[in-house]
């Protein structure tokens, strides 16, 4: 017989779901929600304590700018009529989502911590990942919908500031996290069967 805190977190794991931003309501998520969500959500394994997780949680006005420079980044220099319209998609899609928590992941290179053990460098990273995760289900716990998305809108010249990144020569995105409210149904997601991708002795 499994724990009822087992059964309840089991049914959040298992119900998360990627959801759409273009079918989010337009309904606003209070920020001081989300500022909760995130402060349980840094509570992950982290080895050597380095605490990498960076949140940038943005207003309406900052997820437009936003969404404009990730159409800019698809429609590259304008001539492909096809990246054009998508770039013009996306613009919409992202500029018109009712909130966006961009989570980057800072790690100096350069410290005498990393030159001694680079391993950091994907430690921090998997750190982050689990931040990120308990997001997802904290917003699932929550009734909101999220997607991770890692549209490479970073790769305009204007992101970082866009965002006010703190350390740009530090920092790398690891998600960016749309969420909102959503009453899209959807069902569980079927997984290949366990026995193909576990080895055990028992
Ligand atoms: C690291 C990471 C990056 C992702 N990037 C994108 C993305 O750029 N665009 C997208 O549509 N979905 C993205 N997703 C969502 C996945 O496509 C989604 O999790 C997958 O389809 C499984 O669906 P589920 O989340 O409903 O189980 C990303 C997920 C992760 C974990």
């Not at 017989?1 to 273009?22: C, D, G, Q």
Request: net charge positive; glycine share 6%; charged share 25%.
């Amino acid at each position: 017989m499994k724990a009822e805190k087992t059964k309840v977190l089991s049914e959040i794991i298992k119900n998360r779901r990627t959801r759409k931003p273009s079918k989010f309501l337009p309904k606003p998520v209070p920020s001081s929600l989300i500022k909760e969500l995130i402060d349980s959500a840094r509570h992950a394994p982290n080895h050597h304590r380095t605490e990498p997780a960076r949140f940038y949680l943005l207003n309406s006005s900052k997820i437009q700018e936003v969404g404009n420079l990730f159409g800019e980044v698809l429609a590259g220099d304008g001539s492909n009529p096809t990246l054009l319209q998508k770039g013009q998609r996306k613009k919409k899609e992202w500029g018109e989502a009712p909130g966006l928590l961009i989570v980057t992941c800072h790690t100096d290179r350069e410290s005498a911590l990393v030159q001694n053990r680079p391993a950091i460098i994907d430690e921090d990273y998997a750190t982050t990942s689990c931040i990120c995760q308990n997001l997802c289900l904290l917003f699932e716990a929550e009734g909101l919908a999220c997607k991770w998305s890692t549209g490479a809108v970073w790769e305009h010249p204007q992101f970082s500031k866009t965002i006010q990144m703190k350390d740009p020569n530090c920092e790398r995105v690891v998600a960016l996290l749309f969420y909102g409210y959503s009453d899209q149904p959807l069902g569980q997601r079927s997984l290949s069967p366990l026995a193909d991708h576990l080895i055990s002795n028992y």
